[in-house]
């Protein structure tokens, strides 16, 4: 069985733009979760998808925001972009149980100019 | 607020050694999962815990779930330098709120020395 894909690997943006991550979850997994890693505040939940509705949100602002489609693939868009969110973006994917185990993507790297 | 304190924060070690990290909170988990993580990569799943007092072996890896589902431990046995890389906790808890959330200790960054 394929494993969590995050396209692209490697994003460099300039402060001001806007960016799109996508994250193919594992076959039959309906449950996507989003989460931001960074040297210093390390892994932080972002939001979570489940059968196209958000059923749980981090404490970002606004400027992030999610989207997940009928076949369970999800995106993330970030608008706005600070130098602050330069970080490995890491999707998990899960069957949607409160407890089921997470599995995670390669993560996308974004680099803000 | 559901804080998962990880420690050590760095380990560094010479082949052969054992080591334990742990994970420690005040809150109550229904799960908890062990990543390692290289550089550059995803979390890759070590093993998953839900009952209190589990314990999980992984050939050279030990996995331990407190009896009172608030703490957790990993004992590495006879280290290698195949071992080096970043080791996190993370906490699920049940719950409309807690839906695809995982609370994540700070990790620890392990180097063992050949």
């Known amino acids: 069985k394929a494993g969590v894909t995050q396209t692209p690997r490697y994003l460099i943006k300039t402060r001001g733009q806007q960016v799109t991550l996508s994250c193919s979850p594992i076959?039959?997994?309906?449950?996507v979760s989003w989460y931001q890693q960074t040297p210093g505040q390390g892994l932080q939940f972002l939001f979570e998808?489940?059968?196209?509705?958000?059923?749980n949100k981090g404490n970002f602002p606004g400027r992030f925001s999610g989207r997940q489609f009928s076949n369970s693939r999800s995106e993330m868009n970030v608008s706005t972009l600070e130098l602050g969110d330069s970080a490995l973006y890491l999707c998990?994917?899960?069957?949607?149980?409160?407890?089921?185990?997470?599995?995670f993507g390669p993560g996308t790297r974004l680099t803000v100019l | 607020t559901q804080l998962l304190e990880q420690s050590p924060q760095f380990l560094s070690i010479q082949e052969g050694e054992n080591l334990t990290v742990y994970c420690n909170s005040s809150s109550v988990f229904s799960s908890l999962q062990w990543y390692r993580q290289e550089p550059g990569e995803g979390p890759v799943l070590l093993v998953t815990?839900?009952?209190?007092?589990e314990v999980k072996k992984l050939k050279r890896l030990t996995f331990q779930f407190g009896d009172a589902r608030k703490d957790s431990s990993l004992h590495i046995t006879a280290a290698q330098p195949g071992d080096t890389g970043l080791y996190l906790c993370a906490g699920g808890r049940a719950g409309g709120t807690s839906y695809g959330k995982l609370t994540f200790g700070q990790g620890t960054i392990l180097t063992v020395h050949p």
């Open positions: 998808y489940f059968s196209e509705t958000q059923r």
């Open positions: 076959s039959g997994h309906r449950s």
């Open positions: 998990a994917s899960s069957s949607g149980g409160a407890t089921d185990t997470q599995y």
């Open positions: 815990v839900v009952t209190g007092g």
